[in-house]
C-alpha cells in the first residue's frame, strides 16, 4: 500500500512511523500488561487486547480506502497471483529477506515465551518487577540488532532499512 501512493515522501514518512512504533511497543506493552496483571488480573490483558483489535477493525472499516489508483488495477485471477507467488520464491534475493525476517519474529517469539520463565522462576524477580524487565530487554535488544543491522547495511537501504526500489 505504501508503494501506491503518489507521493514518494508521505509513503516514507508513514513506513518510519510504523518503524518507531514497533521500537517503542516492544518496551511499553510488556509495561502495560505486567500492571494490568497487577491491578486487574490476568482477564483484563485479554479484555484490552480485544478491545483493541474491535478498534483496529472499525477504524479499518471505516478509514482505510483502496490505494492503488483504479487506472493501475489489474482484473487478473487466482492463476495470475500463483504465478507471481512462484516468481517470488524462486527469488533468491526476496527469500533472503523473508528468511532473515521469519528467523528474527521466531528469535522474538522464544524471547517473549521463554523470558518471564528465566526472570521469574530462575533469577527470582518478583512478579511486578518482571514487566520492567522484559520491557527494558526488549528495548535494549531490538535498539541493538537495529543499530547493528543497519551499520551492516551501509547506504543500500533507505531509512527505514528496505532496499531502494
Known amino acids: 500500500m505504501i508503494f501506491n ?26 509495561l502495560v500488561g505486567g500492571q494490568l496483571l497487577i491491578f486487574f488480573g490476568w482477564r483484563s490483558i485479554f479484555l484490552a487486547l480485544s478491545g483493541f483489535g474491535i478498534l483496529c477493525l472499525i477504524l479499518v472499516l471505516w478509514g482505510l480506502r483502496e490505494s492503488l489508483p483504479v487506472e493501475r488495477r489489474t482484473q487478473a485471477g ?9 516468481a517470488l520464491l524462486a527469488d533468491g534475493r526476496f527469500m533472503g529477506y523473508v528468511l532473515t ?10 524471547y517473549i515465551s521463554g523470558s518471564p ?3 521469574i522462576e530462575l533469577n527470582g524477580v518478583p512478579l511486578f518487577l518482571a514487566p520492567m524487565h522484559l520491557g527494558v ?11 547493528n543491522v543497519q551499520e551492516k547495511i551501509g547506504d543500500d537501504t533507505s531509512s527505514n532499512g528496505c532496499p531502494p526500489r
Not at 508521505?10 to 506493552?29: F, P, T
Not at 487466482?78 to 512462484?86: D, K, Q, T
Open 137 to 147: 530487554g526488549f528495548s535494549t535488544g531490538f535498539l541493538a540488532c537495529t543499530g
Open 117 to 119: 520463565f528465566v526472570f
Open 78 to 86: 487466482l492463476g495470475a497471483a500463483l504465478r507471481v507467488y512462484g
Open 101 to 110: 525476517a521469519g528467523l528474527a519474529s521466531g528469535a522474538m517469539f522464544a
Open 5 to 30: 501512493m503518489p507521493k514518494r515522501d508521505l509513503g516514507q514518512e508513514i513506513l518510519d512511523g510504523v518503524r518507531e512504533i514497533n521500537a517503542h511497543k516492544r518496551g511499553m506493552l510488556p
